[in-house]
């Protein structure tokens, strides 16, 4: 995964951009959460020991292995 931000000009609130690099880069998946949602996953995002994304759902699957 790769998180970024990029400008939208002058006094324009910039956008946030989660790339999810799937199957070691054979298809990639983009999710554009506001400046609110992304500081919502971030958390869960850090703390997951795996990520999956859902491609039918377009859902990111938390997960913690014990």
Known sequence: MHAN???QGPLVAGKFSFQLI??????EALVMPTA????LLRGPIQD???L????????I???KID
């Open 22 to 27: 799937l199957d070691d880069g054979a298809q």
């Open 52 to 59: 999956f994304w859902d491609v039918d759902k377009e859902a």
């Open 48 to 50: 997951a020991d795996t």
């Open 36 to 39: 609110k949602d992304g500081k």
């Open 5 to 7: 931000w990029s400008s």
């Open 61 to 63: 699957i938390y997960g």
